[in-house]
């Protein structure tokens, strides 16, 4: 049972451009989103959070938009560069689980010139 | 930021060998760090939880006395994989989470290679 989703293997967007990466989950008790970059034979990078009480975090380029209603978040890259090229996966942690993460499958972003 | 260490990167060892992995929190205490496991082109499955002090916690499926786990400081952690098969070659990686933010964060992981 995947509880959480992330229906794009892949996205190609070109630099300058806004890249946006969805996530779905299905557990309602989550209620902490974390989205991380990986490189081939690395370990995840942490990238950015927001807590279900929120509904928008924005670091520099990167925004996580989360819907708790829909179960939906979002990660907003602007403007996207080539060394953004990675495999991003959100994850989703409960409270009371010491940061137990349950992770999405991951979407493939690649920047083009 | 917070920086934890995996050791060795890489490694291979024929079957039915053991291998150690060690997992290091450079810059701060860990009480709980979590070991995962990625096959190709799929996510991160969580294999277990380690806890300082007491017995790992394993995730469903997980056989613990295949991956033993020892927590023996607050800055170390370490996975065994004993009696190496083939199909436990993968990528294992660990990860841990300082007081805050609340965010875990992962060592740079460990291919293993099983032959």
């Known amino acids: 049972d995947q509880q959480v989703k992330q229906n794009s293997p892949s996205l190609s967007v070109q630099e300058g451009r806004i890249s946006i990466l969805n996530c779905d989950y299905t557990n309602s008790m989550f209620d902490y989103f974390l989205w991380y970059k990986k490189y081939p034979a690395e370990g995840p990078t942490f990238l950015i959070s927001i807590s279900s009480i929120k509904d928008k975090n924005e670091d520099g380029r990167f925004t996580v938009f989360l819907n708790k209603s829909a179960k939906h978040l979002s990660l907003h890259i602007v403007p996207s560069q080539p060394g953004d090229s990675a495999v991003y996966f959100c994850a989703a942690s409960m409270s009371g689980t010491a940061s137990k993460l349950t992770f999405g499958t991951g979407t493939r972003l690649q920047v083009t010139l | 930021g917070a920086v934890v260490s995996q050791h060795p990167s890489r490694v291979i060892c024929k079957s039915g060998t053991s291998v150690k992995i060690e997992c290091r929190s450079l810059?701060?205490?860990?009480?709980?760090m979590f070991w995962y496991r990625q096959f190709p082109k799929q996510s991160l499955m969580l294999m277990a939880t380690s806890n300082e002090g007491s017995k790992a916690t394993y995730e469903q499926g997980v056989e613990k006395d295949k991956f033993l786990i020892n927590h023996a400081s607050l800055t170390l952690s370490t996975l065994t994989v004993t009696s190496a098969h083939p199909e436990d070659s993968s990528f294992y990686i660990c990860?841990?989470?300082?007081?805050?933010?609340?965010?875990?964060?992962f060592g740079n992981g460990t291919r293993l290679t099983v032959t």
């Open positions: 810059d701060f205490q860990a009480t709980t």
């Open positions: 990860s841990a989470r300082p007081r805050t933010p609340r965010a875990l964060h």
